[in-house]
T-cell receptor, first 112, second 115 residues
Framework: KAGVTQTPRYLIKTRGQQVTLSCSPISGHRSVSWYQQTPGQGLQFLFEYFSETQRNKGNFPGRFSGRQFSNSRSEMNVSTLELGDSALYLC???????????FGPGTRLTVT | AQKVTQAQTEISVVEKEDVTLDCVYE???????LFWYKQPPSGELVFLIR??????QNEISGRYSWNFQKSTSSFNFTITASQVVDSAVYFCALIVSGSARQLTFGSGTQLTVLP
């Protein structure tokens, strides 16, 4: 089975721009979660989607949003980018009601 | 609120040494799940193990073993006969029971295994 895939792997954006990151879960997994990893704050939960519905949201400003499509693929969007948004964005998927989450390779976003 | 503490920021060992990574957690929930993930330089978090709060049996998988003690709220990870390929950042994480599957991570331990 193919693992979780994320595109793009690397991205450089300018302050004020917006960005969209994509995540394709493992086949059969209907839940997708997003996490932000920075040297200062570590790994922080952004949001979780299940069957196209947001089930849970972390403590992030409204500039961070996401959605999930009927094929379980998910996108996250960050508007009005700030320098502090530079991070590794990790996507994870899980099967059914399982507690194990399987992570993709991440998208490294640099905001200049 | 949940909290996971990994007090060891960095550990260096020489190949073939045993090494233990510490993890201490805090939660008021009685049902919860503990995890260990490995993050190599490539960045992907690799799932290693899940432990349920109601199962305190220790587990061994090859060179890896985990010691779960509810009395001390600890879930420590030992690598026996370490290898250079074990070099990575290791994260301990926690999920409490419920519909949300939100992982709370520790700050990670950078393990370097020297040849």
């Amino acid at each position: 089975k193919a693992g979780v895939t994320q595109t793009p792997r690397y991205l450089i954006k300018t302050r004020g721009q917006q960005v969209t990151l994509s995540c394709s879960p493992i086949s059969g997994h209907r839940s997708v979660s997003w996490y932000q990893q920075t040297p200062g704050q570590g790994l922080q939960f952004l949001f979780e989607y299940f069957s196209e519905t947001q089930r849970n949201k972390g403590n992030f400003p409204g500039r961070f949003s996401g959605r999930q499509f009927s094929n379980s693929r998910s996108e996250m969007n960050v508007s009005t980018l700030e320098l502090g948004d530079s991070a590794l964005y990790l996507c994870a998927s899980r099967q059914g009601d399982s507690y194990e989450q399987y992570f993709g390779p991440g998208t490294r976003l640099t905001v200049t | 609120a949940q909290k996971v503490t990994q007090a060891q920021t960095e550990i260096s060992v020489v190949e073939k040494e045993d090494v233990t990574l510490d993890c201490v957690y805090e939660t008021r929930d009685t049902t919860y799940y503990l995890f260990w993930y490995k993050q190599p330089p490539s960045g992907e978090l690799v799932f290693l193990i899940r432990r349920n709060s109601f199962d305190e049996q220790n587990e061994i998988s090859g060179r890896y073993s985990w010691n779960f003690q509810k009395s001390t709220s600890s879930f420590n990870f030992t690598i026996t006969a370490s290898q250079v390929v074990d070099s990575a950042v290791y994260f301990c994480a926690l999920i409490v029971s419920g519909s949300a599957r939100q992982l709370t991570f520790g700050s990670g331990t950078q393990l370097t295994v020297l040849p």
